[in-house]
């Protein structure tokens, strides 16, 4: 019985190193984290994680594996995603060095216009997604409220 728990807590622990989802869970919360770090040192309040804005990103970033724009597959402009978002910003990366959150926020900090929306007085949620494709790309989208 003792085996058997301790091989049950091991493929548990395995499975959640390993799992996809899992690792993009955490990316998706470590953009926030990084997002925070970068307006607490601009004397700016923090985000909070919304879910709603979460889920409009992920529609997101599965459409921009289909064309990286802020205009949707369909034609119609970025916003038309949700009622909810009023910013977004955008990254891709070709490796999971790239696609990591660090870089992504670098990146993004770098760039006027979406430096601007990090640093918004305006919003106050944000909604992370990662997506993945079959080639192993990575579309990385922050919708803002």
């Given amino acids: 019985m003792k085996r058997f728990i301790v091989i049950f807590v091991l493929s548990v ?14 990316m998706e919360d470590e953009i926030v984290k990084q997002l925070n770090i970068a307006r607490v040192q601009a004397g ?13 990103a992920k529609i997101r970033a599965k459409e921009c594996s289909e064309r990286f724009s802020h205009t949707r597959p369909d034609g119609k402009a970025w916003y038309t995603v ?23 926020v670098k990146a993004w900090l770098l760039s006027p216009s979406h430096k601007e929306n990090v640093m918004s007085t305006a919003s106050e949620k944000v909604g992370v997604a990662y997506y993945y494709d079959t080639d192993g790309d990575i579309y990385i989208v922050c919708e803002f409220d």
């Fill in 13 to 26: 622990i395995f499975g959640m190193i390993f799992n996809p989802v899992y690792a993009h869970a955490a």
């Fill in 44 to 56: 700016l309040p923090e985000y909070t994680y919304c879910k709603v804005l979460s889920d409009a």
């Fill in 82 to 104: 949700s009622d909810y978002t009023n910013a977004e910003n955008l990254a891709y990366a070709r490796n999971d060095v790239q696609g990591h959150a660090t870089n992504v």
